[in-house]
């Protein structure tokens, strides 16, 4: 038998928060942005492999649950100018989780 706990064997969860709407690149951005937190140790919570064709505020409803039980919210450059990321930042804000950019490296950007 299998000896997986559903506890995080000891891994810090973190929650992935990137732009979604009119960003026709997020799968790419997402997948590697999970790819890189994995690869540090975390258990990746990952909001854009979520099925299309609800209404947005069933994806905050269902994101703001993930963000509840999450160690630490990790940010993909480039979400400045999403409503559905400031949400999430006010909600992690808000329980006092800590919030960190990932560096622009991990999409092939370059820390600029």
Request: glycine share 8%; net charge negative; hydrophobic share 40%.
């Amino acid at each position: 038998m299998n000896n997986i706990t559903y506890e995080g064997n000891g891994r810090k969860i973190a929650y992935i928060s990137g732009a979604i709407t009119n960003n026709h690149d997020y799968l790419e951005q997402f997948i590697l942005a999970e790819d890189y937190l994995e690869s540090s140790g975390f258990v990746v919570l990952n909001p854009a492999v979520l099925p299309e064709g609800m209404a947005h505020s069933k994806y905050l409803t269902i994101n703001d649950a993930m963000i509840s039980v999450c160690d630490e919210v990790f940010l993909i450059p480039g979400w400045e100018d999403s409503t559905g990321v400031a949400h999430e930042i006010k909600t992690a804000k808000s329980l006092g989780i800590p919030l960190h950019e990932l560096p622009k490296r991990v999409f092939g950007r370059g820390d600029v």
